[in-house]
């Protein structure tokens, strides 16, 4: 079965600007989230959507981040301005509603973001 | 809440000789699910081993086996016969009910030829 796809693979912006990363879950799972690992760290939730809809988003900075689902299939987070801090890689992963305290979750290859 | 600690940042093993990484949690949850998590360069996690907190009974995975101290909320991971690939960042996870999964700061293990 396909992974979790992922892009860009890398990218770097200057502060101030805008960045959107988008995700493509394998095929049939209805949760979705997005995962910010700054270097040195632990990933840390930013979103969990469960098909089209937020579960949790306690943890997402909403002045500037922003995420969407549409049709409960691909997402694209989306950063607007960047900040120096922003600079950590993105992982998306994805689980099957029932399995995922038996099996975690399948993650992507994640964004690495930079920004100078 | 959940909190999970690695108090190892770093840590080194010979090849084929076994290495333990440590990690401790903080839970009030009675059923929780534990979850080491190996990330090599290509950064993509990899599960590599759960444990469900109501079986005593350690996991073991291949040359992967835990020792779950659950009254002590130890959780950690041994790794026998290490090899090359084994080089990876490792991460400790848990997760409750359909909760989020809390991850440690990670152990980057160095294998040694």
């Known amino acids: 079965e396909a992974g979790v796809a992922q892009s860009p693979r890398y990218k770097i912006i200057e502060k101030r600007q805008s960045v959107a990363f988008w995700c493509n879950p394998i095929?049939?799972?209805?949760?979705l989230y997005w995962y910010q690992q700054i270097l040195g760290q632990g990933p840390k939730l930013l979103i969990q959507?469960?098909?089209?809809?937020?579960?949790?988003d306690s943890q997402l900075p909403k002045d500037r981040f922003s995420a969407e689902r549409l049709k409960g299939v691909d997402s694209t987070l989306k950063i607007q301005p960047a900040k120096l801090e922003d600079s950590a890689v993105y992982l998306c992963?994805?689980?099957?509603?029932?399995?995922?305290?038996?099996?975690?979750?399948?993650f992507g290859s994640g964004t690495r973001l930079t920004v100078v | 809440a959940q909190t999970v600690t690695q108090s190892q940042p770093e840590m080194s093993v010979q090849e084929a000789e076994t290495v333990t990484l440590s990690c401790t949690y903080d839970?009030?949850?009675?059923?929780?699910?534990l979850f080491w998590y190996k990330q090599p360069p290509s950064r993509q996690m990899i599960l590599v081993i759960r444990?469900?907190?109501?079986?005593?009974q350690n996991a073991t995975e291949n040359r992967f086996s835990v020792n779950f101290q659950k009254a002590a909320k130890s959780f950690s991971l041994k790794i026998s016969d290490s090899q090359l690939g084994d080089a990876a960042m490792y991460f400790c996870?848990?997760?409750?009910?359909?909760?989020?999964?809390?991850f440690g700061a990670g152990t980057r293990l160095t294998v040694k030829p």
């Open positions: 095929s049939g799972h209805a949760t």
């Open positions: 992963a994805s689980s099957l509603n029932w399995d995922r305290r038996i099996y975690g979750y399948t």
């Open positions: 444990q469900e907190a109501y079986k005593q």
């Open positions: 996870a848990s997760t409750y009910n359909n909760n989020d999964m809390r």
């Open positions: 839970t009030s949850e009675s059923d929780y699910y």
């Open positions: 959507f469960q098909n089209n809809g937020v579960v949790d």
